[in-house]
């Protein structure tokens, strides 16, 4: 079982940053894939960013992020990071953090662990 929680979101002006932070309850080796998704009102939760192995060895993005935000994991803190920067309103979402030992796509049908979820939301 693990245990996720997010932390650091707010409310921010378009173009700045924001970063946000995942605590896991145990350590998560190389088995575990973590990963961001969102979910902004009425809309599906969406993909956004994920990490496997150790120290962000392999990671991946969706296209609308993907010159923009940073995911970094580190295994002897538990924790994986999205930094976002140039924010815009699109962004705004409740952003999930996930983990999953399953192989399979970046969907959340494959992600088996969830946390809460930390608002973000862009003022334009």
């Known amino acids: 079982q693990v245990q996720l929680a997010e932390s650091g979101g707010g409310l921010v002006q378009a173009g700045e940053s924001l970063r946000l932070s995942c605590l896991t309850s145990?350590?998560?080796?190389?088995?575990?894939?973590l990963a961001w998704f969102r979910q902004a009102p009425g809309k599906e939760r969406e993909f956004v960013a994920a990490a496997s192995r150790w120290n962000s060895g392999s990671v991946d993005y969706a296209d609308s992020v993907r010159d923009r935000f940073s995911i970094s994991r580190d295994n002897h803190k538990r924790t994986v990071d999205l930094q976002m920067n140039a924010l815009v309103p699109e962004d705004t979402a409740v952003y999930y953090c996930?983990?999953?030992?399953?192989?399979?796509?970046?969907?959340?049908?494959?992600?088996?662990?969830w946390g809460q979820g930390t608002q973000v939301t862009v003022s334009s």
């Open positions: 145990a350590r998560t080796d190389t088995r575990y894939r």
């Open positions: 996930a983990a999953t030992d399953r192989r399979g796509p970046d969907v959340p049908n494959t992600y088996v662990y």
